[in-house]
């Protein structure tokens, strides 16, 4: 019940285009989403975060999208470009510090230019 | 802008030895987390430490671990008697109060031999 299962593994895409990276969770009390991008040999950075009292949060080219009744959120990089490529990894936890985040396994992006 | 720093970058050991991982959480955070990652893998949760205490933590926190606050700006974790599986990149992240937003350091890469 505390997994988070994150696909695709890799994901390979030109530059401009849209990169989509998807998540699903089990565990019906998550109510914190957030998204964080690693690059090789640095720490997980956060990008994004929603809560579920919304659908959909958007910064700049970075949003999430968020589907409660599925237990789904989805991170969507529209006109992606080469310094997007890095490791991103969804979570998802309670949303009251102190608790542990459940990581996906993460999404290797490359953006070909 | 504030954030989390850790030393060293990079420790290796002998497989037995005693090894303490250090952390400087940012300076008005309340709440203090230790996570790992095995190279290739997801980063996992170990700890959560607040008020001088452990909030939470994994069935990966055994024993072995131990984590402590021994002044107003550090945070260290101790692996009493390292094991090879204890290879890892291992990271802090600390939070204010109220919200889970979790912000993570560099980490320290682990090596045991």
């Known amino acids: 019940q505390q997994q988070v299962k994150q696909s695709p593994q890799s994901l390979i895409v030109q530059k401009g285009g849209i990169s989509i990276i998807n998540c699903a969770y089990e565990n019906t009390a998550f109510d914190y989403f957030p998204w964080y991008q690693q690059f090789p040999g640095k720490g997980p950075a956060l990008l994004i975060a929603i809560r579920p009292d919304v659908s959909e949060k958007k910064e700049g080219r970075f949003t999430i999208s968020f589907n409660k009744s599925a237990k789904q959120f989805s991170l969507h990089i529209m006109d992606s470009q080469p310094g997007d490529s890095a490791t991103y990894f969804c979570?998802?936890?309670?949303?009251?510090?102190?608790?542990?985040?459940?990581f996906g396994k993460g999404t290797t992006l490359s953006v070909s230019s | 802008e504030p954030e989390v720093t850790q030393t060293p970058s990079h420790q290796v050991t002998q497989m037995g030895q005693e090894v303490i991982l250090r952390c400087v959480p940012i300076s008005n955070h309340l709440y203090f987390y230790w996570y790992r990652q095995i190279l290739g893998q997801k980063v996992e949760f170990l700890v959560s430490?607040?008020?001088?205490?452990?909030?939470?933590k994994s069935e990966i926190f055994d024993d072995q671990f131990s984590v402590e606050r021994p002044d107003g700006s550090n945070f260290t974790l101790k692996i009493r008697s390292t094991k090879l599986e204890d290879s890892a990149m291992y990271f802090c992240?600390?939070?204010?109060?109220?919200?889970?937003?979790?912000?993570f350091g560099p980490g320290t890469r682990l090596t045991v031999l």
């Open positions: 430490f607040y008020n001088n205490e452990i909030s939470e």
């Open positions: 992240a600390s939070t204010s109060t109220g919200f889970n937003e979790q912000f």
């Open positions: 979570a998802a936890s309670i949303d009251q510090a102190g608790t542990a985040l459940i």
